[in-house]
């Protein structure tokens, strides 16, 4: 995917996207006189990461006074750093990897990095999906040569992560299978209808939407081996080796060893401090409600955040300041 593409998306995006009002300028989080209006690039419905981010709106709009966070549906995670940098919303989340590139001008984003962009709390690690009919003659990652295949919304994470996996393992779009830009509800359509072989689901697991699916088709999530996965670390550092736990969905009986990747939020970088240190507060005060909307969020620790987010780029200032007071994260020296 080229950067060229990220940036077209924005003229494509829902209305309510691009029409965002904006952080009201001279108000604080919890007390001053203007409402403070965040807009949360939430990515495409039916995935984990939507979900959460609806907690996370949940939480802000109900623990701080004047602050009122709406969740728009985007492209996802190379669409949300578009946006984010453009000054189109305030707060999003995406691909490690995206975020990385897209700060250091390297990848999509060589020699032009977008500016205005910071980070804030990790949503979540999560495993690289690929899904198909139970009845399907594809067993391994180089089965689907000469499939057609979902690979989430174009411009999402997700989409840029699967690019990177096929491509590491010599699977190149066009050249050796059929891209699909589909969200999971689609995707899972299409699957389900014969449409495409094969789909992946780029998204904390339980998935919303594959555990739908599973309720009505029977599917199977592929293996990668010990040298597919060392290959594609070896190209793409932030993509590591993980297995997705027996009992994860119904009848996956035993662990299945696939990448991992992380979904980390990001913030703007024109947010004031106290804003973002009282939203990480009252964040961090109730993961617990965070866990309530999604098993992933049971994870989200100190180790999370130094693992996911530190390596990426700079945290907001805000949100240091409160997880360094609190002794989450060590002290910047």
């Not at 939480?59 to 985007?74: A, K, M, P």
């Not at 999906?129 to 990652?141: A, G, M, T």
């Not at 599973?214 to 190209?235: G, P, W, Y």
């Not at 955040?305 to 700079?314: D, F, G, S, V």
């Amino acid at each position: 995917m080229s950067r060229s593409s990220t940036f077209a998306k924005l003229g494509a995006l829902p209305l309510s996207v691009l029409l965002i009002s904006g952080c009201t300028s001279g108000s604080t989080a919890d007390g001053g006189e203007g409402r403070i209006n965040l807009s949360y690039g939430g990515a495409s419905q039916g995935g984990a990461a939507y979900q959460i981010s609806t907690a996370y709106a949940e939480i802000l709009n109900s623990e701080l006074e004047n602050v009122q966070v709406d969740v728009e549906v985007t492209g996802g995670g190379a669409d949300n750093v578009a946006l984010l940098s453009a000054g189109e919303i305030e707060i999003g989340h995406g691909n490690s990897g995206v975020g990385s590139e897209a700060f250091n001008g390297t990848g999509d984003y060589e020699g032009d990095p977008l500016e205005g962009l910071t980070s804030w709390l990790p949503l979540y690690e999560y495993p690289f999906q690929v899904v198909v009919p139970e009845d399907s003659p594809i067993e391994s990652i180089p089965d689907l040569a000469g499939a057609d295949i979902g690979v989430n919304v174009q411009g999402s994470g997700g989409e840029v992560t699967s690019d990177q996996v096929f491509s590491s393992l010599g699977l190149n779009r066009d050249e050796h299978y059929t891209p699909h830009f589909l969200d999971y509800p689609e995707a899972a359509s299409a699957l389900s209808l014969g449409q495409i072989d094969a789909t992946v689901f780029s998204s904390g697991a339980p998935t919303p939407q594959l555990t739908e699916l599973m309720a009505t088709m029977d599917v199977r999530i592929i293996e990668f081996s010990a040298e597919e996965l060392d290959k594609v670390n070896e190209d793409y550092s932030w993509l590591t080796r993980g297995e997705i736990p027996a009992g994860t969905y119904p009848d996956i009986e035993e662990d299945i060893p696939t990448v991992y990747a992380a979904t980390i939020n990001y913030l703007s970088a024109d947010l004031p401090d106290d804003l973002v240190y009282n939203m990480t507060k009252a964040i961090w005060e109730n993961r617990d409600r965070l866990a309530n909307a999604h098993a992933t969020q049971k994870n989200l620790d100190g180790g999370l955040i130094e693992r996911a987010t530190l390596p990426i780029m700079p945290l907001h200032p805000g949100a240091r300041s409160y997880l360094e007071e609190e002794g989450i994260i060590p002290a910047q020296k």
